[in-house]
């Protein structure tokens, strides 16, 4: 047998191709080397860091899997790795770059005209442009299918929307918004490109937020907003909400990897407090009260990051399902923050400062397990694919 390893319980890495090696390497370095020296100011402040989806687009990380458009076409497994290790450092950065490549870019590219696509994607891919996707509103969350933002054909080549979304990540600097709305003419939800200083468009920032503060999340305000069809109007979209769906299904699946991260995140800094924290004449890592702590991470994290790369296999072969992608992207943001909340009592009373990672983490992951279909909604699509039968309403 070989030796055991604390990092890589399971030998994930054997499973991994040397290209998916060499494209999470630079990853984790960009990451560990740019981002975290930066992210407990980033947190504490509640800012926007406009350096970093320029940095992220320029180690080819925005829009990964999109082919052509300035992108770098990679496999799903290497999204996953890639958000893996931003979400190691911070949940909120991994929801800057999720919203930008799979949210937007991933609409963009889907669902847009050659000339949308043109003009966005390979401004987005740098960084230069900011994306949001606006799906939530203050009255529809996990239910989207009541969406009261709507829209109208004004007969004379453009669209006019009304209506407001809530809870909108990156909205305050976004430079363009996926705005979904329901058509007044047949009820049914349809996608549009809105972008910055159009008349009636507002976007302000929701203050003062108790979690995932190194990412700036906002509302947006649409008061009778003109758009012109041809620019803005995601014509290769189905009527209906499978068009977002299809969007979410990729920024999910980029969750299960980053949730997992944050996670291994934790039970590194807690094994090292553990062996560096006396009480007792005896390091707190030598009691079997908190070695059960760890372990129990440990074997969650490893599980979760298999289901992961099981998943990731399946989507580069097309084999996979939504169900799929919620049972791992429930399981996975559901232990993350079980065990990232069990490893804190490790640090006793340091877990309330933010000169460690894990209250942070903690905070965030909060939201990673509530945000793109709360751990509730995920069983119930997980029960409607197990019995046939829908409880949602
Ligand atoms: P339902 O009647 O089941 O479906 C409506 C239409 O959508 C299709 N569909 C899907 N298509 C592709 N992928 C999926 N995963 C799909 N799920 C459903 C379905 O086939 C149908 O198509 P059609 O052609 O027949 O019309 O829908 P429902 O209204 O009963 O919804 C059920 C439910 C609860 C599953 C759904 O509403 C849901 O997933 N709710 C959760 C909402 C959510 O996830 N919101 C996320 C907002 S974005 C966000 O949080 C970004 S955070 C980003 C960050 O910062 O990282
Ligand atoms: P609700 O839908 O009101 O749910 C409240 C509780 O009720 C939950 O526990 C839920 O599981 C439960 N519940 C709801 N329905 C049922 C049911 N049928 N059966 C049993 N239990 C049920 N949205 C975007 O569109 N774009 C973004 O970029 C975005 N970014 C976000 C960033 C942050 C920081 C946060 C906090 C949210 C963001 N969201 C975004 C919104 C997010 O997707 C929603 O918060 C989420 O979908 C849940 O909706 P809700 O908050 O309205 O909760």
């Given at each position: 047998f070989s030796p055991f390893s604390w990092e890589d319980p399971m030998r994930v890495e054997d499973n991994l191709s040397e290209e998916e090696i060499s494209i999470r390497d630079n990853a984790r370095a960009f990451c560990q080397e740019q981002l975290l020296p930066k992210v407990t100011e980033m947190y504490r402040n509640e800012v926007?860091?406009?350096?970093?989806?320029?940095?992220?687009?320029?180690?080819?990380?925005?829009?990964?899997?999109?082919?052509?458009?300035?992108?770098?076409?990679?496999?799903?497994?290497?999204?996953?790795?890639?958000?893996r290790e931003l979400e190691r450092v911070d949940?909120?950065?991994?929801?800057?770059?999720?919203?930008?490549?799979?949210?937007?870019?991933?609409?963009?590219?889907?669902?847009?005209?050659?000339?949308?696509?043109?003009?966005?994607?390979?401004?987005?891919?740098?960084?230069?442009l900011v994306g949001c996707f606006g799906l939530t509103e203050p009255n529809h969350g996990s239910d989207p299918s009541g969406m009261e933002t709507v829209v109208e054909d004004d007969g004379d080549?453009?669209?006019?929307?009304?209506?407001?979304?809530?809870?909108?990540?990156?909205?305050?600097?976004?430079?363009?918004?996926?705005?979904?709305?329901?058509?007044?003419?047949?009820?049914?939800?349809?996608g549009f490109l809105v972008e910055k200083g159009t008349k009636g468009f507002s976007c302000p920032?929701?203050?003062?937020?108790?979690?995932?503060?190194?990412?700036?999340?906002?509302?947006?305000f649409l008061d009778n907003v003109r758009v012109k069809a041809s620019d803005s109007f995601l014509s290769r979209a189905k009527p209906g909400l499978g068009a977002p769906f299809e969007c979410l299904n990729s920024a999910r699946f980029g969750i299960t990897w980053g949730a997992i991260g944050a996670l291994e995140a934790c039970i590194a800094e807690s094994r090292q407090y553990a062996l560096d924290r006396k009480q007792f004449n005896k390091p707190l890592a030598g009691f079997q009260l908190q070695q059960?702590?760890?372990?129990?991470?440990?074997?969650?994290a490893s599980l979760g990051?298999?289901?992961?790369?099981?998943?990731?296999r399946a989507k580069d072969a097309g084999t996979w399902s939504p169900e799929m992608v919620s049972l791992v992207?429930?399981?996975?943001?559901?232990?993350?923050?079980?065990?990232?909340?069990?490893?804190?009592?490790?640090?006793?009373?340091?877990?309330?400062?933010?000169?460690?990672?894990?209250?942070?983490?903690?905070?965030?992951?909060?939201?990673?397990?509530?945000?793109?279909?709360?751990?509730?909604?995920?069983?119930?699509?997980?029960?409607?694919?197990?019995?046939?039968?829908?409880?949602?309403?």
């Open positions: 926007w860091d406009p350096t970093i989806l320029p940095g992220l687009g320029e180690m080819g990380l925005l829009g990964p899997t999109i082919d052509g458009y300035g992108c770098a076409g990679v496999n799903n497994v290497s999204y996953g790795l890639i958000t949940s909120g950065y991994r929801s800057i770059m999720s919203v930008q490549s799979s949210l937007c870019m991933g609409a963009i590219n889907q669902f847009g005209t050659d000339s949308q696509k043109e003009k966005f994607l390979p401004r987005m891919a740098k960084g230069e080549g453009h669209f006019v929307l009304n209506g407001s979304k809530t809870w909108i990540s990156s909205s305050p600097y976004a430079d363009v918004a996926i705005i979904w709305a329901r058509a007044k003419w047949d009820n049914q939800v349809r920032p929701i203050k003062n937020k108790l979690m995932l503060r190194a990412s700036v999340t906002g509302s947006i059960k702590k760890i372990a129990d991470a440990s074997t969650e990051l298999l289901a992961s790369l099981q998943l990731g992207k429930r399981n996975n943001c559901g232990k993350a923050v079980e065990h990232a909340r069990k490893l804190a009592e490790i640090f006793g009373g340091n877990a309330a400062s933010d000169e460690y990672h894990i209250g942070r983490h903690m905070a965030n992951l909060h939201v990673v397990n509530t945000y793109e279909g709360t751990y509730d909604i995920h069983g119930l699509i997980l029960g409607k694919g197990l019995t046939g039968v829908a409880a949602f309403a």
